[in-house]
């Protein structure tokens, strides 16, 4: 080859090399795709709320199990109640308060749901057990019971078992 034919040659087979196949695109600068600062939503649920409601547990004691509250205050019911409502108010009410709740009472271990219930009593929610209204004695620390089968207020104070029996 003479060196004028050189040259178009060469020049042809450049031009055929940079274009590559039918097939492909042309090549181009790529561009990366945008990256976000932003971090993505979580799928975590909130955390659920504390429940508000008191606990009813089931403890030993010299009468057996019986139901206390999440404190360990042990529970009375009044023989002069009826069923859905009470008849301790005032000085009765100040040496057996009642056990009160803000939300649906709790059942813990041995202590049936079912049973638990409240009651309106001016303005707040007493908490029952099968029906009946539930007190504190006043004068007691956790894990005591110094007033059971008591007479006084014009009834008797008798804790109360899983069943929602009192203890006689």
């Given at each position: 080859?003479?060196g ?19 097939d492909?695109e042309?090549?181009?600068p ?13 799928t ?7 429940p508000?409601g ?7 004691s ?7 509250d ?16 009470t008849?301790c108010f ?8 009642p056990v009160?709740?803000r ?11 079912a049973?638990l219930?409240?009651?309106r ?16 004695y ?19 104070w ?5 069943s ?5």
């Amino acid at each position: 080859m003479t060196g004028r034919m050189a040259v178009p040659v060469v020049l042809a087979a450049l031009a055929l090399a940079g274009c590559g196949a039918d097939d492909e695109e042309p090549a181009s600068p790529r561009t990366a795709a945008p990256v976000s600062t932003t971090p993505p939503p979580t799928t975590a649920t909130a955390p659920a709320p504390k429940p508000t409601g008191t606990l009813i547990k089931l403890a030993g004691s010299d009468y057996g199990r019986i139901l206390f509250d999440g404190r360990g205050q042990a529970i009375y019911l009044f023989t002069k109640d009826g069923r859905g409502r009470t008849r301790c108010f005032g000085a009765c009410a100040d040496a057996w308060p009642p056990v009160y709740t803000r939300g649906e009472p709790r059942a813990g271990p041995g202590v049936r749901q079912a049973l638990l219930g409240t009651i309106r009593r001016e303005g707040r929610l007493q908490v029952t057990y099968a029906g009946q209204p539930l007190y504190f004695y006043a004068h007691e620390g956790p894990n005591q019971v110094l007033c059971q089968d008591v007479d006084e207020f014009g009834g008797t104070w008798l804790v109360v078992k899983a069943s929602g029996e009192p203890v006689r």
